[in-house]
């Protein structure tokens, strides 16, 4: 039985840092990755990472300030997030594709989700 389950998520102040993890049990050979929704917003996708960690992607408006990075031995993707910003207030889901690569890493072709967590950047 495949499971993610996400953790992390808090009240944060703009300009602070947060770590998300993702619990991936039975993942390693899969494109992971994390996508966020803000409230009366659409799901956008934030980053991805290939299942040997060698490539990764990532949305333009979060680039230089995470970074993906997974642990096999340890079933567990991360979301390193630095100098948070009001507009990253979203609830972060984490998920799995068989098939997509980190270049074209959308949500339709994931085959697993996280049920999320919230993460609130407060101004």
């Known amino acids: 039985q495949v499971q993610l389950a996400e953790s992390g998520g808090r009240l944060v102040q703009a300009g602070g840092s947060l770590r998300l993890s993702c619990a991936a049990s039975?993942?390693?050979?899969?494109?992971m990755g994390w996508f966020r929704q803000a409230p009366g917003k659409e799901r956008e996708f934030v980053a991805a990472?290939?299942?040997?960690?060698?490539?990764?992607s990532y949305a333009d408006s979060v680039k230089g300030r995470f970074t993906i990075s997974r642990d096999n031995a340890k079933n567990t993707v991360y979301l390193q997030m630095n100098s948070l910003k009001p507009e990253d207030t979203a609830v972060y889901y984490c998920?799995?594709?068989?098939?997509?690569?980190?270049?074209?890493?959308?949500?339709?072709?994931?085959?697993?989700w996280g049920k999320g967590t919230l993460v609130t950047v407060s101004s």
């Open positions: 998920a799995a594709s068989r098939t997509a690569g980190v270049g074209s890493f959308t949500s339709y072709d994931m085959d697993y």
């Open positions: 039975g993942l390693t050979l899969y494109t």
């Open positions: 990472i290939s299942w040997s960690g060698g490539r990764t």
